[in-house]
């Protein structure tokens, strides 16, 4: 068996849990959250299956001004000291990292480009996954296993899903988080596994298959 670790990152502006906005107009919630992964691939071709939920390890609130991040983005986004300072350091005191940080700080700069408006918090993810490879090799050499994301076109597809009760007989709770559907907005693969919009995303980010069954979606190379 091969052991290989590796960092994935996602950032995205959502709803989240029952968090609340500040009452302070022009205020942007960012919330970075770190996670521990484990990846079990039958080969180093296959995309792989999680093993377990994503352990959340540390989790940190930012509050930065909407507008004059937006500003600064779009004058020097490059070279975006302020803010990359503020999320780097953030980053430290929850134990991501000094390489991870880079990678971490482009995608909020992405994330929070596209936003419009304040009122939902960016979310940061970033995975410690551990990718554990069975099957191939003789396991002298490692190599990292070929996790393909899903298409941009794919995830931004993906249609919110009605809880009714068919839903809960079946899945009550999200097969990632194992938190209950009723909290969080949920959403359907083709394979009809349901799963909380914020956790497949951020899977579908790193591997296109399904984490239950592997049912392929569409990837940018297709």
Not at 32 to 53: A, M, N, T, W
Not at 57 to 73: A, D, G, N, P, T
Not at 91 to 103: F, I, Y
Not at 128 to 148: A, L
Request: aromatic share 6%; hydrophobic share 30%; net charge negative.
């Amino acid at each position: 068996m091969q052991v290989v670790p590796d960092y994935c990152h996602a950032a995205v502006q959502k709803p989240e849990g029952n968090f609340r906005g500040s009452l302070e107009e022009d205020k942007l919630p960012i919330i970075l959250q770190f996670y521990k992964s484990s990846i079990l691939h039958r080969g180093v071709s296959d995309p792989g299956v999680l093993e377990s939920p994503s352990t959340l390890l540390e989790q940190r609130e930012i509050w930065v001004k909407f507008s004059h991040f937006k500003q600064q983005l779009s004058n020097n986004y490059d070279s975006n000291r302020e803010y990359e300072a503020l999320i780097s350091e953030s980053l430290s005191n929850m134990g991501v990292p000094q390489d991870e940080h880079p990678a971490t700080v482009h995608k909020l700069f992405q994330a929070v480009e596209a936003a419009v408006d304040p009122d939902l918090p960016v979310v940061v993810g970033v995975f410690d996954t551990t990718h554990r490879i069975i099957g191939d090799g003789d396991g002298h050499e490692s190599c990292r296993p070929n996790s393909i994301p899903a298409s941009r076109s794919s995830i931004e597809g993906l249609e919110p899903v009605t809880l009714d009760s068919d839903i809960i007989t079946r899945s009550p709770s999200c097969a990632i988080c194992l938190e209950d559907f009723e909290q969080e907005p949920i959403t359907r693969l083709p394979c009809r596994h349901h799963f909380h919009v914020h956790c497949i995303v951020q899977c579908l980010e790193i591997s296109h298959m399904c984490p239950l069954c592997r049912y392929p979606m569409p990837t940018e190379e297709d």
